[in-house]
């Protein structure tokens, strides 16, 4: 019954002979590593689960806007700024380009967006810690963005065609918002004692988070084998979790800072990273809801588009008014 | 699979990435062997912080705008205007020694001279964008005055910024339309929002001692008047809205003397670098 619901996205035991033909081209596709395109017909499943994804991702660009946004106004050199400003801009045009592979399978913008502000959308658990130093500009770009990207890049082989060319065109920029991360991590590293310090302290702080960042161990990760099966996902999580920590290994002693992880090491027989438990109660408790600053960035995104109702509806009304003259005319 | 920091160096689309061939980049201001004059470089620093206040007060929108795509337009402005602000300071910090940063984070609020108008709070959108209307087209014309200055470099800075206010002004009148036109709340609130800002219009277009002695190498702030006040008569009547009969408000901004909002402005901007004197970042 199951394959059938799946299939069709009813309850019926016999698939249609269009069904059947659709569910085996799907296959075959899949099969030869070919992509699925919009107007291709596919499972209600696969159609569901990439929807969650894909507008989860864009949720996590826009959430993502906040944590760096409490930091324009008080960066502390002009270039930084511009650089700032400029990565933030990149987020929310990630955020609309994603919302548009999202929409490709039938759902539109406004519904996710409310399924957002409703609290039933999820996004990046991560974006719910505070970003409390400079220092954590530097930290989100090296690290957040780091793991976006590890987690990222085999995305861009994944098997529906709009997504994975959008993640091309992410991960690009993703790179360079990691490299200016790496750079102001830097740069503090190399400069005061209380840079040094502000630098330790973020990197302290979003270490254990941003390795949380690739979701639970394979084992407590019940959609992952569906999503490996449909080659949306290439790797396990804990795949790529070690793989991640063993760049980050690396690139932190070019820092001179340290990863706050005495059990980290690399296991030559299993010829993989270790690395310590993580408090997986913690990130149950902040996709539940219960992290620090899961409310603020909610009501932050609730109180802009209800403080942008009017101009939306102004912005809607003169188009229809422009249309109908169009039409007169 | 390479996940070197440097393994996607062949992006082109990243807004953060530094174009290469942008010949004009405050970077190379400030190494340039040619000196402003005293006049022009007070000059610039007026050009510079009426730039980098406004930038400020647009970048506050970021992540609170109606919609997605105004989150990236308006920060798109206030990232062109930041970048004319750097370019101005990195010129006018040539003549005493000193950065954009110096000046931006270690000047004292009254010595400053931006206009009272970027200084004023964002309020709701149509607040933002009936300033945004009102400055846009000021730089619009000030800026296609300066690119025929006598000081190359306020030149080509203004040929540079020329160009993208061009687009900011397009912005604010598209805007003025949609609201003037759109609703009655949106044209309520878009009257409301012009009669509030209009007093502080009469200031930018208030001469001073130090034009006259930067003859050709500046615009004289009241040559601009007629045409500004032609070109946004022309934008208000086409949105159904009117020009406000309020009375200009004095003030003193290029004196030094600045509406209340200046000191919140900066004690947030400064915050930071003056906690750390001497540090980079």
Known sequence: ?329 | MDHSLDSYGDATASATRVTPGNALRPEDIAIQPERPSQAVARYAVRLGDDSLILSHRLSEWVSRAPELEEDVALGNIALDLLGHARSFLSYAGLAWGKTEDDLAYFREEEEFRSLHLVEQPNGHFGVTIARQLMVSIYQDLLYAGLTGSTDNTLAAISAKASKEVAYHRDHAVQWTLRLGLGTEESARRMRHALEILWPYVNELFLDEPLHDELGDAGVRPSALKAAWEREIAAVLEEAGLEVPQTRAALCKGRQGEHSEHLGYILAEMQVLARKHPGATW
């Open chain 1, 1 to 329: 019954m199951a394959a059938q619901n799946d299939a069709g996205g009813h309850l019926s035991a016999v698939p249609s002979p269009e069904e059947q033909a659709g569910l085996e081209r799907f296959n075959a596709l899949i099969a030869e590593d070919s992509r699925i395109e919009p107007r291709d017909w596919m499972p209600e499943a696969y159609r569901k689960t990439l929807t969650r994804q894909i507008s989860q991702h864009a949720h996590s660009e826009i959430i993502g806007m906040q944590p760096e946004a409490n930091w324009i106004t008080r960066a502390p050199s002009l270039k930084r700024k511009a650089i700032l400003i400029a990565k933030v801009q990149d987020e929310a045009g990630h955020g609309l380009y994603l919302y548009s592979a999202a929409e490709t399978l039938g759902t539109p913008r406004e519904v996710l967006n409310e399924q957002l502000l409703s609290g039933k959308a999820k996004y990046s658990s991560i974006f719910n810690y505070p970003a409390l130093s400079w220092a954590d500009m530097g930290a989100i770009g090296w690290l957040v963005d780091g793991a976006a990207i590890a987690n990222q890049v085999p995305l861009c082989r994944a098997s529906y065609g709009p997504y994975g060319r959008a993640m091309v065109r992410i991960c690009k920029e993703e790179s360079f918002h990691q490299r200016q991360g790496f750079e102001i991590l830097l740069e503090l590293a190399h400069g005061t004692e209380a840079q040094k310090r502000m630098a330790q302290d973020a990197i302290n702080r979003f270490y254990e988070p941003a390795l949380m960042m690739f979701g639970p161990p394979d084992g407590d990760s019940p959609n992952s084998q569906q999503s490996m099966e449909w080659k949306i996902k290439r790797f396990s999580n804990d795949e790529l979790r070690q793989r991640f920590v063993g760049m980050i290994a690396e690139q932190v002693k070019v820092l001179g800072l340290t990863l706050p992880d005495p059990e980290l090491r690399f296991d030559e027989e299993a010829g993989r990273w270790v690395h310590k438990d993580l408090d997986w109660d913690e990130f149950k408790a902040v996709i539940a809801g219960n992290g620090p600053c899961n409310a603020q960035r909610l009501e932050r995104r609730r109180e802009a588009h209800e403080n942008g109702a009017w101009v939306r509806e102004a912005a809607a009304a003169y188009a229809a008014k422009k249309a109908q003259k169009a039409q007169v005319a």
